[in-house]
């Protein structure tokens, strides 16, 4: 079953903001006692967070006038349909809650699951970019998969072993398996890169080069690769000279913050081994920058649907889901992350891993660290970078997540564990098995 993500956007209620964020605050509360919100029993959420905007303060101290706005992420498993569907049936009662301070929704109307529908229907924006870190993997596999860890590791726990590591691989499938018989009947695999389609780009890029050479000479592969790179170059140069040059910096530091917006950013993380990051930037006007970012994003999504299947983001073992969203007529930006470890962690795994990817991205947003041939500088002004990421993220209102004990390597190590546990192994695979639990 595919994964998928949802983003929609409302706006508020003008007298209602203070009544949201107080509703929203007892929905975290119960968040952190353990009580989670009536559509965890869809059994299809990986996460989701309601996030308030536009109340308030602007990272750019912004003067223009800006509507609060309520913002509903969901990373899900299905259709969007069935997941409509479903949170307008099931979760019915906090959702006539939350949007009863929204607009067009009144709340002393009765609601049924088609006028929900249709109301959130309304306000979906269209994601730009999707990331997930395992494809494929539904919140209800993933929860099996962990027990079945789980119950391999206690059994292995329960007694010393002086067996054959393929014997021991045995015992289990004998002893363990049996427990989750639901794991039986579907054949699993682990996400591959698709080389058929790298290989066919490729392919299709040498043989217009070998045709072009054969009937051309030599000299149509010079031409063949200035009509590749040279307009990427030029573009390069005019971004740089019309553009970088004359752009206005972030150039403040950490410790130039506001203390108040950082602890109120900070109480919300390192309570489990997942962390979430919500972001809101404005774009730099003109079409240079929208057909800009606009390429690095169709850019990502190649290398996301292609290459980065395996839980790595260039490089970045630390991320489950990651989107970003263009609103408000490609004016403004929204990035969501859920990712494993600390947020300054997670920021340096990105700098290290992908600054070019960020700074090509970010670099097209308003007051950004200064940035040369939209690769160079930005998100390598490590001491900047951080701090205009702590100027730029919004404060996640409620936030919610399926398996918040579970790293991304654990979900993927888990699938690779049932994988293997349904094959016959030699003496060596059963070795490299055992160490996987």
């Not at 997670?346 to 960020?358: Q, T």
Request: hydrophobic share 40%.
């Amino acid at each position: 079953m595919s994964q998928n993500s949802l983003t929609i956007i409302v706006p508020i209620l003008q007298d209602k903001v203070k009544d949201l964020l107080d509703y929203l605050k007892h929905v975290k509360t119960n968040l952190g006692k353990g009580i989670p919100p009536e559509f965890e029993k869809l059994g299809t959420i990986h996460y989701a967070r309601w996030v308030v905007i536009d109340n308030g303060r602007s990272y750019i101290n912004d003067p223009k006038k800006r509507n609060p706005k309520l913002i509903f992420v969901v990373d899900y498993d299905g259709k969007q349909e069935d997941l409509l569907n479903g949170i307008t049936t099931d979760s019915a009662d906090i959702l006539d809650k939350v949007y009863g301070f929204c607009e067009k929704y009144q709340s002393n109307e009765k609601h049924t699951p088609e006028s929900r529908k249709k109301y959130l229907e309304g306000n979906i924006v269209k994601d730009t970019a999707v990331y997930i870190g395992a494809p494929g993997r539904t919140v209800k596999q993933v929860k099996e998969e962990r027990d079945l860890r789980n119950a391999i590791r206690t059994y292995l726990d329960s007694q010393t072993w002086d067996l054959p590591a393929k014997a021991i691989h045995q015992k289990i499938k004998d002893e363990v398996l049996p427990q989750f018989e639901s794991l039986k009947g579907t054949k699993v695999t682990m996400p591959r890169i698709n080389i058929v389609g790298l290989v066919f780009i490729v392919a299709i890029l040498l043989a217009v080069a070998l045709l072009g050479i054969k009937l051309f000479g030599l000299v149509f592969l010079g031409v063949y690769l200035c009509v590749l790179l040279l307009p990427i170059a030029i573009w390069l140069l005019i971004l740089h000279y019309f553009y970088e040059r004359k752009d206005e910096n972030f150039t403040v530091k950490r410790s130039g913050l506001d203390d108040h917006f950082l602890t109120d950013l900070e109480t919300y993380e390192d309570f489990k081994n997942q962390n979430q990051f919500s972001q809101l930037v404005d774009m730099k006007e003109g079409k240079v920058r929208l057909i800009t970012i606009k390429a690095m994003f169709l850019l990502s999504k190649t290398l996301i649907s292609m290459i980065f299947v395996k839980g790595k983001l260039m490089g970045i073992p630390t991320i489950h889901f990651a989107k970003w969203v263009m609103f408000e007529d490609n004016t403004r930006v929204l990035f969501f992350s859920n990712f494993d470890g600390s947020w300054q962690q997670y920021l340096g795994d990105f700098i290290d891993n992908s600054g070019w990817g960020l700074t090509g991205i970010f670099s097209n947003t308003k007051v950004f660290p200064k940035t040369n041939f939209l690769v160079t500088g930005g998100a390598y002004d490590e001491e900047h970078f951080l701090a205009w990421s702590r100027n730029s993220e919004v404060s996640t209102n409620v936030w919610y997540a399926a398996y918040p004990e579970l790293s991304i390597k654990n979900v993927n190590n888990n699938t690779k564990i049932r994988v293997q546990l349904m094959k016959s192994l030699s003496e060596r695979q059963a070795a490299k098995f055992l160490k996987l639990i």
